[in-house]
């Protein structure tokens, strides 16, 4: 029994539920995240007049709740730290998921047949969710200063992409950020970490 004591694992919670070997040579830490918002659409006008000849939704007002961040990851440790890794899955819009909409012609004028889109109004409605894995990494720890990654993650450009959601405050990612950032990728990361400065340099897939 006193064997079986001593080598019995640790769990607890700590900044999220985890377990780990008696050492802590081996841990794994359980997280969530998940960020709800209420959005209210305005477009001002006849969406049907022939000022909007290219508009992709004809609905002048669009409310309700969304979930635009759903997340759950896996993290921890090998071998007394000197390896990290992280698992993060997201439930996230589907693309192939859009609103109906009654289109128009060239002229701004409807389309013969209004229940058939010929343009996507966007991944949105009840049913547009899908799981997907967005971070899938492992981590060597070289030295104090220095680490090699290897795996999918996102890519080192665009400082306001690389924040996580979960050390957001209130804002979401800026337009220019949505555009400029790399987004994720599948390679492999060199990665500085000094007093006075830290820099990263990867080599992925595209």
Not at 102 to 127: C, K, M, W
Not at 147 to 159: I, S
């Amino acid at each position: 029994r006193a064997s079986l004591q001593d080598s019995a694992i640790t769990a607890g919670y700590r900044n999220g539920f985890f377990i780990a070997s008696p050492d802590g040579a081996f841990t794994m830490k359980v997280q969530g995240l998940m960020q709800t918002r209420f959005t209210w659409s305005h477009l001002g006008g006849q969406p049907d007049a022939p000022s909007y000849p290219n508009a992709p939704d004809t609905k002048q007002d669009r409310t309700g709740w969304e979930i635009p961040t759903a997340q759950l990851s896996l993290s921890g440790t090998l071998w007394d730290q000197t390896f990290e890794y992280m698992i993060r899955t997201v439930y996230a819009n589907d693309p192939t998921i859009t609103l109906q909409n009654q289109a128009f012609g060239g002229s701004g004028s409807r389309i013969a047949n209004p229940t058939l889109s010929t343009q996507a109004v966007g991944p949105y409605g009840s049913g547009s969710g899908r799981l997907g894995v967005t971070d899938a990494w492992v981590r060597a720890n070289l030295s104090q200063d220095w680490a090699f990654r290897v795996g999918q993650f996102k890519l080192p450009f665009d400082r306001e992409f690389l924040v996580y959601d979960a050390y957001t405050m209130l804002a979401s990612k800026s337009v220019l950020s949505n555009h400029l950032s790399v987004g994720y990728s599948q390679g492999v990361e060199l990665e500085y970490f000094g007093d006075d400065f830290r820099w990263k340099i990867a080599y992925s897939d595209g």
